[in-house]
């Protein structure tokens, strides 16, 4: 049905029903009702009030008429109360309580019409709804009661039943006729009218009772007196049933018990009355029930709840936290975890406390997850994955203390979690399985001790210990060596080599948020060393100048010397700053602050790490500026580093326990008789090439399922290092020739294992500088045959 527009209403049948309509509509929805009603003029409000007035009193009537001649002729409740006389005299006295109750609905239309605010409207129809009660019952009683306190606690009981019964089926009938002709559902107009009666009957009963007690008693013991307080009473009973809709409750009991029904959702009265002010119990699982026959439809009712409807958004919010669970548990991507679980709600009591603790910890099972996809080696990935199980695992222990939804929700979730997360690890044990030798060489990246193979530097690491820890602080350290030697991988596993105490901040000079102002590299030093956990730093402003960064710093070597710390400040591939000083981006007044924070914070230690000595830098007096700081070299491998990378190379791995028989291991005999001296005399130490090297032998060895190395395998092996290599052996050997003639005399060994040593000094030095040639009998020889090897086939 299409109701007639509010202004078009008349007192004739064709706006009946349309009447009728919008009454209920101001029942359920006043909102609505304003949004229509304040777009006419005041005059046509008051008209409206009176003509939805005028169409709803007939109903009153009719139905009092009605249930009184059924309550006392039909059921023959007691009349002692009632004077005597004729049907007509029983009819008189309906009359008079329809009459009472057709003021008091009035009253509470106009008013609500007539007020211009929506909380005006609600309010005035609830009131309406009351003052009408309260005014039947006592008009009732008062000319009812005449026979002392038996007939009056009978005569009052039988009253309140009479009239709530009346009220009941007046109710039911209307707004079962207006739902019926809206067209709801597929029980059409005859069934909700019937609905709407059996439902008003059941309220009207269950309410008469209740109000005919309240009165009847105290109105049949102190009559006059006491009938004002049991009209006060009954008034106050009633406007709180009707304001707070407490008669929802006896229905909302079929929606949810034994099990909620979601496919009833939308006959429940939350879902087409605005202003049930009362909780619904477990409207929750009423909603989780509707998601499962209607996902989209729930999704966008819950939404609703949690926005327009404040007595029952808390039960929303439940079924809103149970939904993203159960969503979470059918993921089968954990990396998308967080992103699920970020709709999670939260707020400051119940279970939504404890929303940001799930977070981080669903936060944690996403990373790993993404870090076993990044893990690209099987023997890795096993670990991985075994971690990832467990803790998924912690996760679902510790989640059973929480509170629901979330407890039972979330617990659930994991266990779907689990299965996802075996299956992976089936699948890495399996790869394991069929690799007869793990593959735990890497060439390339900074190493990460946790999951490829490491050896720890030990000279440097307890060098850089010694000058980090000096009483009265380090004047600033330069880490060289030559590309390839491993000095990123040493600043990335200084954490676990150094005191706890010294905090680590590390920062590339690579990076372009870095080098492209002086304003970003301010930006990101403060950044790096924010990150480094400095509490200090936390709500201290960015610096955007050499002023500024000054400043920051002396900030943290106050903060660092108050709680007797240090902070490691690493700056990689610091000779971009020479670059950037020559073209003009930085100025030499940068050098300047970098030395005078180096004198005067004590508590940091500054670690300018790169591939040039300070005197290979040109475009700035870097001596001058870092005459005190002080030189730590990376060299190449020692044999004996060597052979513990080979032997022991997840020695100082987190990843297995320190006596797990799974953590993977090579006997010396692996290499075969002398292969480990082999290896580290082709790659010259190099860390890089041994690493490239051992890689290749592990590769072909699975490939070929042999389980030790042969000479004819490591001379397969050498050939393919030269190809995959080939980038870095270019790289040391030809790119880094600068000088004339470095790079004709380098040449040379395409031909001959030894010649005479250059004639021009300044390639004389950059040549042993680069750690390309060794001395023998006064003749050259290239240090590292690996790149003789690559010179002669692809140099």
Wanted: a neutral charge.
């Amino acid at each position: 049905m299409i109701p007639l527009p509010l202004e078009s209403i008349r007192l004739n049948l064709r706006s009946h029903l349309s009447a009728l309509w919008w009454l209920g509509l101001l029942y359920r929805r006043p909102h609505r009702f304003y949004e229509s009603l304040v777009k006419l003029p005041r005059r046509t409000r008051i008209a409206v009030a009176v003509q939805l007035y005028l169409h709803a009193v007939p109903w009153m009537l009719l139905v009092c008429v009605m249930g009184r001649a059924f309550l006392f002729g039909a059921l023959h409740l007691p009349v002692e109360g009632v004077p005597a006389g004729s049907v007509g005299r029983l009819t008189s006295h309906a009359i008079l309580i329809a009459f009472g109750i057709s003021i008091g609905l009035a009253a509470g239309i106009v008013f609500g019409i007539a007020a211009r605010i929506a909380a005006g409207t609600a309010v005035g129809t609830a009131g309406g709804i009351a003052a009408a009660i309260s005014f039947g019952v006592a008009g009732w009683i008062s000319f009812g009661i005449a026979e002392g306190i038996t007939c009056g606690i009978s005569g009052g009981i039988a009253g309140g039943m009479a009239l709530g019964v009346a009220v009941g089926i007046a109710g039911g009938i209307t707004l079962g006729i207006a739902g019926g002709i809206a067209g709801r559902a597929t029980g059409g107009i005859a069934g909700w009218i019937l609905l709407g009666i059996v439902r008003g009957i059941a309220v009207g009963i269950t309410l008469g009772i209740a109000v005919g007690i309240t009165l009847g008693i105290p109105f049949g013991m102190l009559r006059g007196i006491a009938f004002g307080i049991a009209a006060g009473i009954a008034g106050g009973i009633a406007c709180g049933i009707a304001f707070l809709r407490a008669y929802y409750e006896f229905l909302h009991v079929i929606f949810v018990w034994p099990v909620p029904h979601g496919n009833w959702y939308w006959d429940h009265p939350v879902a087409w009355d605005d202003l049930c002010l009362l909780p619904f119990p477990r409207l929750d699982g009423l909603l989780l029930a509707h998601a499962e026959h209607a996902p989209q439809a729930a999704e966008k009712e819950i939404e609703r709840l949690i926005s327009d409807y404040p007595t029952q958004r808390m039960s929303a919010l439940r079924a809103r936290a149970a939904l993203v669970a159960r969503k979470a548990a059918r993921e089968q991507d954990l990396t998308r975890l967080p992103l699920i679980v970020g709709r999670l709600p939260e707020g400051d009591k119940g279970f939504l406390v404890q929303s940001p603790r799930i977070r981080e910890m669903v936060d944690e099972i996403g990373q790993l997850q993404i870090r076993l996809g990044t893990v690209d080696r099987p023997v890795f990935r096993e670990p991985t994955a075994q971690l990832l199980c467990a803790q998924i695992e912690l996760f679902r222990d510790q989640v059973a203390g929480f509170r629901e939804p979330l407890a039972s929700e979330f617990r659930a979730a994991a266990q779907e979690w689990l299965k996802v997360a075996q299956s992976q690890l089936d699948q890495a044990r399996a790869v394991v399985n069929r690799e007869p030798t793990p593959q735990v060489f890497r060439a390339g990246d900074p190493v990460d001790r946790a999951q490829e193979a490491f050896v720890p530097r030990n000279a440097v690491f307890g060098e850089l210990d010694r000058q980090i820890m000096l009483s009265t602080g380090c004047p600033g350290l330069v880490l060289y060596g030559r590309r390839r030697v491993g000095k990123s991988t040493v600043l990335r596993n200084v954490s676990g080599f150094i005191p706890a105490s010294v905090h680590i901040a590390t920062m590339s000079m690579q990076d372009p948020n870095a080098f492209t102002s002086v304003q970003t590299l301010v930006e990101t030093i403060a950044s790096a060393i924010r990150a480094a956990g400095l509490n200090a730093t936390a709500e201290a402003e960015l610096p955007h100048d050499l002023p500024g960064i000054f400043n920051f710093l002396s900030s943290c070597d106050s903060a660092l010397k108050r709680s007797g710390e240090r902070l490691l400040l690493a700056v990689d591939e610091y000779e971009n700053i020479d670059e950037k000083i020559g073209e003009g981006v930085f100025p030499q007044d940068l050098l300047a602050t970098l030395r005078e924070s180096m004198q005067t914070h004590r508590q940091v230690t500054w670690v300018l790490t790169g591939s040039h000595e300070i005197a290979e830098l040109k475009h700035a007096p870097w001596t001058s500026y870092l005459v005190s700081a002080r030189t730590v070299e990376v060299l190449p491998f020692s044999e004996a580093e060597t052979r513990l990378l080979l032997t022991e190379p997840l020695k100082h791995s987190s990843m297995w326990d320190r006596d797990d028989p799974k953590r993977p291991r090579f006997s010396p005999s692996f290499w075969g008789e002398g292969g480990i001296e082999r290896i580290h005399a082709e790659a010259g130490g190099w860390p890089h090439l041994v690493q490239l090297i051992a890689e290749t032998l592990v590769d072909l060895l699975n490939d070929t399922e042999q389980r030790q190395v042969e000479g004819a395998l490591l001379e397969r092996a050498l050939d393919k290092a030269l190809v995959r290599g080939d980038t870095v052996l270019r790289e040391l050997m030809e790119r880094e020739c600068v000088l004339p003639g470095e790079w004709d005399y380098l040449r040379g060994f395409r031909t001959r294992d030894l010649q005479p040593p250059p004639g021009d000094e300044a390639t004389y030095r950059s040549l042993r500088r680069r750690l390309l040639v060794s001395d023998e009998s006064g003749q050259w020889r290239l240090r590292v045959p690996l790149m003789q090897r690559w010179l002669r086939e692809r140099g």
